[in-house]
């Protein structure tokens, strides 16, 4: 299995511009996690899903973000418009709903907003 | 609110020596899980623990876990550079909602 994918690796973009990042988690697995991590702030739960559906979007910061997820094996975060401070690494993870429901992180989108 | 805290944040340790990373909650949870994240790097998954007592091996690293004391530890042994990386530990108190720790950034130096 190729792991989970993370689409683009590196984003620098204007702030007021809108961002997409994009997400393929493990097939097969029914859970799909987005993080933000900073060096402020650490790892946060951005919002997941179970089944293509958001469970828990709490953490999203405000509504410049945005989440979705049409199908199995793609979701998205959007961030519209972008400010510096969304600057930081994006992480998308997938776990199965059984045994240790152990997450798997994709590789990482790191986010610059100048 | 659940609170996930580790100590040290920073662990600068020679080549040989051993060190422990402790990772305290704050509420009662079904798991434990161990994370290491090398420099730019995603997050690695290391161990799950899963009940009061648990011990799991890997290497040079050994993780336990006390439910009652709500504590985890991750101990290593005659450390070497290839283990400097950032640690993490979460807990999943009851979802499928992972609450991550600070982290502790160990370098190992030779």
């Known amino acids: 299995d190729a792991g989970v994918i993370q689409s683009p690796r590196h984003e620098v973009t204007e702030m007021g511009q809108e961002v997409t990042l994009r997400c393929k988690p493990i097939?097969?697995?029914?859970?799909l996690f987005w993080y933000r991590q900073t060096m402020m702030r650490g790892l946060e739960l951005l919002i997941y899903?179970?089944?293509?559906?958001?469970?828990?979007d709490s953490g999203m910061p405000e509504d410049r973000f945005s989440a979705k997820m049409p199908n199995a094996s793609f979701s998205t975060l959007k961030i519209q418009p972008s400010e510096p401070r969304d600057s930081a690494v994006y992480f998308c993870?997938?776990?199965?709903?059984?045994?240790?429901?152990?997450?798997?992180f994709g590789p990482g989108t790191r986010l610059t907003v100048t | 609110e659940l609170k996930v805290e580790q100590n040290p944040l920073f662990l600068s340790m020679q080549e040989g020596k051993n060190y422990t990373i402790y990772c305290n909650y704050s509420t009662t949870s079904d798991r434990l899980y161990w994370y290491r994240q090398d420099p730019g790097k995603s997050l690695e998954s290391l161990f799950v623990?899963?009940?009061?007592?648990a011990v799991k091996q890997e290497g040079r690293l050994m993780a336990s876990l006390d439910t009652k004391a709500r504590l985890s530890t991750l101990h290593i042994t005659a450390a070497v550079h290839d283990l400097s990386a950032t640690y993490f530990c979460a807990v999943a108190p009851g979802t499928y909602k992972y609450i991550f720790g600070t982290g502790t950034r160990l370098k190992v130096l030779a």
């Open positions: 097939s097969g697995h029914d859970y």
């Open positions: 623990l899963l009940s009061n007592g």
């Open positions: 993870a997938s776990s199965e709903n059984r045994g240790y429901y152990e997450q798997y």
């Open positions: 899903f179970n089944n293509n559906v958001p469970i828990d």
